[in-house]
């Protein structure tokens, strides 16, 4: 029989100026219904952590994209890292001196499929503001030194640039999310 790996799943865009309402309680119970252990939300913003047997998120993401729709009647993306995948996403992270002093306004996006360096460039050329963009693999790096919910760095500005979906979670939220994987 498998170990159990323990998982980092994001929604997106849940709960986010009333779009797509979900429960947290609802969310951890129906996690349970699906044969996971452990699982635990972290805001109100579609965090999850859990275990599970499996040992590949992108399979997971199918499961628990179809699942959702099927059993909550909720369509959106779910990006989903193992523990292992999470603290390289922690130890990629490219802003340090930000990371410590204004981790507020550092996001990490974790993302559907990885990006060239080339889309990463044409995303900081669009940028018209101070932002900065940095990208590894599956996850970029965005550090809005003037605030995220002014900037004109948007959700759907990066998408289109990346070609690819992702969500966005602040530096503080994803050094909580390690912590609350590795059970501290």
Known sequence: MPTMTAFIALLRGVN????KPVGM??????MGTLGFAGAQTLLQSGNIVFSAREDNGSDLERRLETEAEKRLGLVC??????LAEWEDIIRGNPFHEEAKTDPSHLVAIVLKSPVPPSLVRTLQAAIQGREVVRAKGRTAYVYYPDGIGTSRLTAAVIDRHLQTRGTARNWNTVLKLGSLARGE
């Open 16 to 19: 986010v100026g009333g779009q």
């Open 25 to 30: 309680a609802e969310l951890r119970k129906w």
């Open 77 to 82: 993306d779910f990006h989903v890292r193992t």
